[in-house]
Nanobody
Framework: EAQLVESGGGLVQAGGSLTLSCAAS????????IGWFRQAPGKEREGVSC????????WYADSVKGRFTISSDNAKNTVYLQMSSLKPEDTAVYFC????????????????WGQGTQVTVSS
């Protein structure tokens, strides 16, 4: 059974940093793109970043470029999202998802989803 488990969320002050982890199991990790999405209250789910586990190609939303870094440890089937210079508008539930050759920011193209982890940035 495919499973994605996020961890690392929490409360941080504006300007601070957090690192989220997404541990994958139950599918061939290297065949998938692993993406991070976020959803704030009353807003649609939006793509934040993704990485191709096979070749390491990365994508970032404009809103996080230069502040967030995605990386993958294929030996551990885990993807990380390092978030720095956090802003209150980064507050959301962050989800990781896995898809095969998806449109990077199209949630509907990802097959597997984690349960989400809350990130709250105070001003």
């Amino acid at each position: 059974e495919a499973q994605l488990v996020e961890s690392g969320g929490g409360l941080v002050q504006a300007g601070g940093s957090l690192t989220l982890s997404c541990a994958a199991s139950g599918f061939t990790f290297g065949d998938y793109v692993i993406g991070w999405f976020r959803q704030a209250p009353g807003k649609e789910r939006e793509g934040v970043s993704c990485i191709s586990s096979g070749d390491g190609v990365k994508w970032y939303a404009d809103s996080v470029k230069g502040r967030f870094t995605i990386s993958s440890d294929n030996a551990k089937n885990t993807v990380y999202l390092q978030m720095s210079s956090l802003k209150p508008e980064d507050t959301a539930v962050y989800f990781c998802a896995a898809g095969i050759d998806p449109i990077v920011d199209a949630a509907y193209e990802y097959h597997y989803w984690g349960q989400g982890t809350q990130v709250t940035v105070s001003s």
